[in-house]
Antibody, heavy 119, light 107 residues
Framework: QLQLLESGPGLVKPSETLSLTCTVSGGSISSSSYYWGWIRQPPGKGLEWIASIYYTGSTYFNPSLKSRVTISVDTSKNQFSLKLSSVTAADTAVYYC???????????WGQGTTVTVSS | DIQMTQSPSTLSASVGDRVTITCRASQSISSWLAWFQQKPGKAPKLLIYKGSTLESGVPSRFSGSGSGTEFTLTISSLQPDDFATYYCQEYKSYSGTFGQGTKLEIK
């Protein structure tokens, strides 16, 4: 059964770069029918799609975050990663990774990891 | 950019009620719409994809309809486990904008 697990620092200082990794187990990240994405949820608020990537390296971004986001994939490790630069308190959120099927949408999610931006 | 507008933001209902949540897209997304259920402290759970296809294991009291710009999620007879927050999401062209969410509360 496919599982996704987010990892990374839980505390990031303002103006620094947030870095998270999603490790995929129980299946291959190199599937032509799926792509891989990051979503976040600030405390008490709704879901916000951040970016997605295919195993080939093709990337797709939320226009409101594009200037600060880097998303990458490492097929040898079955992982994909997120970097968000110049963070502020507004970037404090639970960050989720998810698999998106071209037909099915976001059908498998990680458990989420909380990132707090604070000095 | 595609914008998704979900209504209502809060819905109060009783066990056994039939409820409907609406999601509107700012442009046509064909049937590229998913519905999710989220409970506090948990990741969202996919309920419906491609507008109306029930994800495996999801109870049949959930149904989705619509295409183009107007979509609905209907729960035919609310069960205690259904009180949660629901989100729509478009996934046309590899984007993934979510609606604002609908919190379904017990009346």
């Amino acid at each position: 059964q496919l599982q996704l697990l987010e990892s990374g620092p839980g505390l990031v200082k303002p103006s620094e770069t947030l870095s998270l990794t999603c490790t995929v187990s129980g299946g291959s990240i190199s599937s032509s029918s799926y792509y891989w994405g990051w979503i976040r949820q600030p405390p008490g608020k709704g879901l916000e799609w951040i970016a997605s990537i295919y195993y080939t390296g093709s990337t797709y971004f939320n226009p409101s975050l594009k200037s600060r986001v880097t998303i990458s994939v490492d097929t040898s490790k079955n992982q994909f990663s997120l970097k968000l630069s110049s963070v502020t308190a507004a970037d404090t959120a639970v960050y989720y990774c998810a698999r998106t099927g071209e037909l099915y949408g976001m059908d498998v999610w990680g458990q989420g990891t909380t990132v707090t931006v604070s000095s | 950019d595609i914008q998704m507008t979900q209504s209502p933001s809060t819905l109060s209902a009783s066990v056994g009620d039939r409820v409907t949540i609406t999601c509107r897209a700012s442009q046509s997304i064909s049937s590229w719409l998913a519905w999710f259920q989220q409970k506090p402290g948990k990741a969202p759970k996919l309920l419906i994809y491609k507008g109306s296809t029930l994800e495996s294991g999801v109870p049949s009291r959930f149904s989705g309809s619509g295409s183009g710009t107007e979509f609905t999620l209907t729960i035919s007879s609310l069960q205690p486990d259904d009180f949660a927050t629901y989100y729509c999401q478009e996934y046309k062209s590899y984007s993934g904008t979510f609606g604002q969410g609908t919190k379904l509360e017990i009346k």
